[in-house]
């Protein structure tokens, strides 16, 4: 699937894109996803313990374009290079941005730069310079007409302004449904979930 606003690909970090509302607002088990194997995952079990850790590895993955490797290549990936962690009862820890940006540029050839602090209005500026930007957001911005239950722990991809130019057209790893998964915002509406921070990538199809 791709959107209408750029060329870039559209992913759900869930194999099946219809069952991504199951699986995150309903409970279904991810092993249940017919579709798992798609992922590159091992097994249906490794697909369940780790998919809804992958938004990530899903932005890159559409950041990528076409040809990108599975999610769970891009996973093992970032593993080795420490952009993942699993503690001692096997809690799993992620994105940690600088080691993925390492990864990014060695693995992907891809010019990966991490922002600790990013105002809502150098997003503009980085997707004017033919940049994608890879954003923390709360996933509740699947829903923007409800009071924004926080901001961060959620990647979303920025691909460019909208037609109007004051707001950000964006790719949803969750998004529950088309419009959800290639949405667009204002920008102040956008910022009620933003937490200050991301990692920005050139575009590429």
């Keep these: 699937m791709t959107c209408s606003t750029c060329s870039l690909p559209v992913h759900t970090q869930f194999a099946s894109s219809g069952l991504v509302g199951p699986i995150v607002e309903d409970g279904l088990d991810p092993a249940t996803d017919p579709a798992w ?65 390492e990864y990014a540029r060695e693995v992907h050839g891809v010019d990966a730069t991490v922002h600790r602090h990013l105002a809502p209005e150098e997003i503009l500026g980085l997707l004017d310079g033919g940049r994608t930007v890879m954003a923390s957001v709360h996933h509740g911005i699947r829903y923007p007409g409800r009071p924004a239950p926080g901001r961060g722990g959620h990647l979303v991809l920025l691909t460019s302004r909208t037609a109007d130019g004051t707001g950000v057209h964006f790719h949803n790893p969750s998004g529950t449904t088309a ?27």
């Design 37 to 101: 194997a798609e992922s590159g995952a091992a097994s249906p079990a490794e697909y369940a313990r780790w998919s809804g850790h992958l938004c990530g590895m899903t932005c890159l993955r559409m950041a990528l374009g076409a040809g990108a490797p599975s999610l769970f290549a891009l996973r093992d990936g970032a593993l080795r290079y420490g952009a993942y962690t699993q503690g001692a009862q096997g809690e799993i820890k992620g994105l940690i941005y600088a080691p993925f940006a």
């Design 179 to 205: 419009g959800t998964r290639a949405a667009e915002l204002a920008l102040p509406d956008f910022e009620r979930f933003f937490a200050g921070r991301g990692v920005s990538l050139p575009a590429r199809v």
